[in-house]
Each structure stands twice: as structure tokens, then as C-alpha cells.
């Protein structure tokens, strides 16, 4: 048998604050395989990767790279050893152009290395691995698939054998993912280690050639992937087995909640986001809008809820005009928004009472306009119950909870005022499939209440999931609509690409 590319054995992490994340785990990859990793929210698949990758130290246990004891004391350590990391938060100077990040990379491990030899290195694996990009972008301009794909190249650029991608999908479009997998696939036929984390059962089984799974921090299995479905890896993950989600689909009501006209919102550079855009949502019903990100959905969200203005258009709550009013007011008269982005909604360094607040000002204010504290301790007490917030306690700041239990703060906060509509944008991105299903049953239990809900979404699955009717938006229009049965998956496919059918 060959020795396999990476041995971890009976890794023990205990972070300062007493969190044991990881319990006597063993981790094996071979060489040239795709390696699935996989556990719900908080299971121990960060911290296991960023020891590997150096950049934290197990409390206990010990590291083998191909057959030899190492011991790491940072990121250039395993750098040197052949392993790469992709974090889901890249590590580019965003200010700098593609090349001028690579270039700084590659220095790392040749620091003669001329700003030529180092693009010159970058295009042999792009043309190893078909992930292409421009060189003289800024990468803050880039859409993040192809800033992922920057990252991929430099951490092979910097000869890594082991890469480790940690849930690279959840941001990228179908057929982002399809050209990621290809390429993935070619790494590891050409004998590079590839460990991925997902929270989409679907794309692991689609994927890899082994599986292992972690719960709890303790490590539950690892398999080979053959016959296996969903079902089996979720069971194992979550330790027992998970009810389908039970939709009914109703009828939508004739009431129209929220209705957009000519909506027409710039960017700060003048570039045109939504681009003249007209639609309703009706009690009861669910609008999906798919598409690429970047295409204006968060400018549209944004100006639904306030914090950014049209240059045109209108907007109507129910029958008033919000167009010009600020967040809080529209708060006041129905509207919910759950932003795409946990870092932007709340703030971490703030309680879960403080951040239940940040939206229900006008629910905690006395007469005399002072914060009834026991008030909001009421109504933060109400949402850690309702959605099962898992917290030692509501002063707990919101940055030591878990992904999923920081998205039911944001959900809960919106949903215990009771809006008439309620605008979320990627509502489960990097949450597992227990804390996704619970976020999903809530979205179609407010829409049988008969709310309205405007799902922004790049996750087609959950699109089909959830939504009434389906838009695909591209460059600010919805250049389609239609029911999720009209819409086809290959139709959606080609119009957000921007062709019409
Ligand atoms: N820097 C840190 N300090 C203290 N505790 C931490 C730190 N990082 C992670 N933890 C805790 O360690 C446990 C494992 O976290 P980890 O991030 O490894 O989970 P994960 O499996 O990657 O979850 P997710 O799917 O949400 O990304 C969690 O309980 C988490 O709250
Ligand atoms: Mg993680």
C-alpha cells in the first residue's frame, strides 16, 4: 500500500476560551484523490485544516506528510510541504491587480523571482487546469468565482500538492461549479491531493473519492464513495435521520404587498445595477430571484430596504409610497430584510439582545424616547426561543456563535415584528443542512401565513426549494419569469448567462 499524502492522528484541539473543538480525530488523504470533509455547523473542519495548513496548533497529536512526522509553526511551514489552503474569505490584497497578487505570492517561495516568472508560472497551471482570469484586473472587480480561481492557481503556483478548499462552492453559479469540478478533477489525475469541504451532500457524492465525517469534533467515519446516497451521509453527520421538509404549496393570495416600478439604482461609479425593473409580490407567495451574483440583486435588496436610494422608480409597502424613506420607517410599516451577508447584518462584537435591537428600535423605545432594556431582553429572549438559537445566554456577542445560530439571530430578528414582507438574500449560504432545512421550513411557514418574501438567491436549489415564481436577473433586468415548472433547470442555466429563450 503507498503511504498516504497526509496522516493526522488523534488530534486534540481545546481553543484559549475552553472550546474543545476537536476530540482524538485521525484524518488520512491519499495521493490523488478528492477527499470530501464533511459535518454540520461547528463539527471541527475549519480548525482541522487550519492545523494542517499551520496556522493554529493542535493541543495534542501529530502530523504526517507523506510518511513523514512534521511539526508546523505557521502557514509558510506547510507552504513549504507542498499544502495549500482556499479559504472562503480570500487572502488577496483586493486592492491590487490579479498579477500583482500572484507575483507576491509566488515571492514567498522564490524571492528573486521576477514579476514575469511568476505570471509565467501562473500560466502553465492555468493551462494545466483551465481556470482562466485576466492578469491585470483589480481584484476587488472581479466576481468572487474568479477570484477563487486566483487563489487556486496561486497556492498550485507555489507547487502545492495537498489543497485544501474549504467549501469553495457556496459561492459560485452552477456552471462555475461544473469548471471548478473539472478542474479538480484533472489535479487529481495529475496526483495532487484535494480536500474539500461542503455542506452540499449532493456535490460530495458527485465529487469525491473518499469521505470523511466529523460530529461534534469527534470523527464519525470515513468511506469510500460507492453507493452511497444523502441520506446515509446526513444520518452520519447529524447522528440521526432528517425529515423531508413538508411544503404544501399554497395559493397565492390576490393582495399585492410589495410593488416595484421602474426601479432604476446606480453604483457609485455610475454604473448602471437595476436597470428600469417593475414587479409585484403578492401575499402568500415566495419570488425567487436567481442569477449570477453581481447582477444588482443586492442593489435591488438594498433599495427596498432603504439603505441605498433609486435615481428612479417607486417603491410601495401595501399601498404606500416608501421610496424615500429611511430603513427604520419602512422597518415600522412591514418590511423584513435578512442581508445576504452575516457581516453586514450584525455586529459581532455586539450581544444577541444588542443585535436583536439593531432593527426593532422603534419596539424598545418609551414615550420619552429612552431603550426599555427590559423590553428588548423580552423580545431577544422570544427569538432565541422561537428559532432555537443555541446560546449559553443572551449577552453571549453574537461572534462566538455558530454560522447557522448567527443566521437565526438575523431571521428571528425580522420575523418577530411581523412584517408583511420580508427580503432575504442568500438566507442559508455556509449553513448545514439541519440549520438550512429549519431556515427553509421557516421561509414557508411565514409564506403560508400569507407574507410576502422576496428570496435572493444563487443556490438553485434552494430556489426551486422555496420559490412561487422565479426571476432570473441579469444586468439589473429580469431577463425571465415564470413558474418553477416553466423554468426549467437548462432554461434558468442559459438566461443567466443573458440569453433569452
Ligand atoms: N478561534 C476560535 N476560538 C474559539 N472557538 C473557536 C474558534 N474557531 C472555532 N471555534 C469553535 O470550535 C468549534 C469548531 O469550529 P469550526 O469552525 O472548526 O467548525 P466547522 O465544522 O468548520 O463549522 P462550519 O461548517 O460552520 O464552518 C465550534 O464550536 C466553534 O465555535
Ligand atoms: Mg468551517
Redo the contacts with the bound molecule.
Sequence with gaps: MTTPAIQMRGIEKV???G?K?LDNVDFEALKGEIHGLL??????????MRILYGEIKPTRGEIIVSGEKTSFHGPWDAIRKGIGMVYQRFALVPTFTVAENLHLSYLSIKPQASMSESLDRAKQIMSETGLNFPFDAVVEDLPVGLQQRVEIVKALSRNARILIL??PTSVLTPIEVRELFKALRKLRDNGITIIF?T?KLKEVIELADRITV?RK?KKVGALVNDNINPGILAEMMIGKSIKEIGEKRRSIGRKTLLKVEGLTVYDEHGIIKVDNLSFEIHSGEILGVAGVQGNGQRELADTIAGISNPSKGKILLGNKDITGLPPGERYKLGLGYIPESRGIGLIFDMSITENSMLTNLHLILSKGRRIQWSRAREISGEIVEELGVKTPSLDALVK?L???NQQKVMVGREIVREPDVIIVAEPTQ?L?ISAAGFIHSTLLELRNQGKGILLISSDLDEIYELSDRIAVMYEGKFIGTGTPEELTRDKIGVLMGGVRT
Design positions: 481553543y484559549p476560551d472550546v473543538a459535518g454540520e455547523n461547528g463539527a471541527g473542519k475549519t480548525t482541522l474549504d467549501e469541504i455542506h466529523l469534533g462566538y455558530s454560522g447557522g455556509g448545514d
